[in-house]
């Protein structure tokens, strides 16, 4: 069984812990290794690594971190297919899915590399006589990131290439459940030349980003994760003084006018349904459907696709989903389909009988299909995270729009339409921070920000992207007055641009 240990300062270390985590196989249900938690010890000795590294990293030219980002990179689409299977075999998901997350990891390298041109300052000559002004981004300091189990290379990669080009240093603290992939990636970034010290991994449970939310040398805690952790790490790491962006979870709808081609959307929604098992903030969880007409054909065209879903361990290539992440995960969501026939809603597609030959301990949900679900629902209201579909009747576009502004979520959405009058109005009224014209899983690329809105973020700023810049940086503004002022004597009257 293998053995994950924090890396501090380079070193793979167990440290002070004494209490670890299982890791599982969930194709199996197999127990696959353990992982080390960290303690209150384990927590100061990285950020006192982290906090002697920045001390240099800080003042290491950008066009120096920049290089190591190219390195990075390179290693990166090297090495691929390795860290593809390092996430499958801990998440689940399918190989093909696992290497797209690792390309979309790639888009914030990428842009990292850019970091030069990012933290170019402004520059104003004469704002008054003599006087200039100039302003530049300086780094936090040290700055943690707190990530979950279902991207554990994309999210912890949407942080930590924009965070150490800023000139901070890191600690990811990943999820528990799947947490080698992040290891790989920070072994890759000393390969590429990253000094030892300023990218660590600190893994743990509540233990950990406890003591990472009140230590007073951590400045700045990116987190992804559930709404209600989300919303905890928020409050507890601004009460203690810090920066925080906290992106949470979602139900995102995808609104299908009367005028989509239904054979596009019934392939989108297949997609960003059941793609990865439903275990992705922006999967769609919610269908839309305008008009009684709209609806009847949009459901006789999923309900054969969804039944016929091909399910399997990542290892198989011709696998559409995998198991969902642990056996209370898959508990849950079975809970979910019971409510939903419990509380009325016509369920088209059953996968609560799934078993896979060779696989009977696995964590496989089949593919579930509801109809004439209504927001009462808590398959509607709740954000189930697994295979599961909700087919919500709207009477015209109004209600539709209607009820995505009124859900506490506003993570993604999208619409699916010929028309441009519609899709126009969907954008300026829709009150989601991630929206999509025929596109159903809109993540914005590296170059531009991620981040829902509502309860899907709390702070005030996205992640990755320009956004990261300022989230990772403190602005200096400097007046400067050439070359007489003090020379001419001391000013009593309040400084004016005269
Ligand atoms: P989670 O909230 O359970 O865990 C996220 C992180 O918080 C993990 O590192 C975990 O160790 C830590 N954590 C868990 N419980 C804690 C507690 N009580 N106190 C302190 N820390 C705690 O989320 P998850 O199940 O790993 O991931 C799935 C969730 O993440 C879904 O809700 C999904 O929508 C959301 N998500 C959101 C985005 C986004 O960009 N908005 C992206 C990916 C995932």
Request: glycine share 12%.
């Amino acid at each position: 069984m293998k053995r994950i240990e924090h890396i501090i300062g380079g070193e793979h270390t167990s440290g002070e812990s004494t209490r670890t985590g299982a890791i599982f196989n969930p194709a199996t249900g197999e127990q696959t290794g353990e992982v080390v938690l960290a303690s209150e010890a384990d927590v100061n000795a990285v950020v006192a690594t982290a906090k002697k590294a920045f001390e240099s990293w800080s003042s290491v030219p950008p066009a120096k971190r920049a290089q190591v980002m190219f390195a990075f990179k390179g290693l990166l689409e090297k090495r691929a297919d390795d860290i593809a299977s390092a996430i499958s075999a801990e998440h689940g998901k399918t190989h093909p899915d696992a290497l797209g997350e690792v390309a979309r990891a790639l888009e914030v390298v990428e842009f990292a590399c850019g970091i030069p041109h990012l933290l170019k300052g402004e520059f104003s000559r004469n704002v008054g006589t003599a006087v200039d002004a100039c302003a530049d981004r300086h780094a936090l300091g040290v700055v943690a990131g707190i990530t979950p189990f279902n991207f554990p290379t994309m999210v912890p990669l949407w942080m930590i290439p924009m965070a150490i080009s800023c000139g901070n240093t890191f600690i990811l603290k990943p999820s528990e459940r799947d947490p080698s992939a992040a290891n790989l990636i920070v072994e890759l970034l000393h390969e590429a030349g990253l000094p030892k010290g300023v990218c660590n991994v600190l893994h743990g449970d509540k233990v950990a980003v406890d003591g990472l939310l009140h230590h007073p040398d951590v400045q700045a805690i990116s987190f992804v994760g559930s709404t209600p952790i989300a919303e905890y790490v928020y409050k507890t790491g601004t009460a203690n003084g810090k920066r925080v962006q906290a992106l949470g979870g979602a139900k995102n709808h995808m609104i299908v006018m009367p005028d989509a081609d239904i054979d596009q959307a019934v392939d989108a929604l297949m997609g960003a349904g059941y793609g990865a098992a439903g275990e992705r903030c922006m999967a769609v969880s919610v269908a839309v459907p305008v008009g009684e007409e709209t609806a009847d054909r949009l459901v006789k065209a999923l309900a054969p696709k969804v039944a016929a879903l091909k399910i399997g361990p990542s290892t198989d290539s011709d696998a559409d989903m995998g198991p969902v992440i642990t056996q209370a995960h898959k508990d849950k969501v079975l809970g979910y389909i019971d409510a939903g026939i419990k509380e009325g809603a016509d369920l088209v597609v059953d996968g609560r009988g799934f078993t896979l030959q060779g696989y009977e301990n696995g964590y496989f949900v089949g593919g579930t299909l509801f109809d004439r679900v209504t927001p009462d629902m808590s398959i509607y209201k709740d954000e189930i995270f697994g295979p599961v579909l909700s087919v919500v009747r709207a009477e015209s576009y109004d209600v539709a729009v209607d009820l995505i502004n009124k859900h506490e979520y506003g993570n993604g959405t999208a619409i699916f339409t010929r028309d441009g009058d519609a899709a126009r109005n969907f954008i300026d009224r829709i009150q989601v921070g991630m929206v999509g014209v025929n596109v159903p899983i809109p993540v914005p690329v590296g170059y531009h920000s991620f981040g829902g809105w509502k309860r899907s973020i709390f702070g005030s700023h996205g992640i990755y992207g320009p956004e990261a810049v300022h989230f990772y940086t403190k602005l200096k503004t400097v007046t400067m007055r050439w070359p007489t002022g003090i020379r001419a004597g001391a000013e009593f009257n309040f400084p004016s641009n005269g």
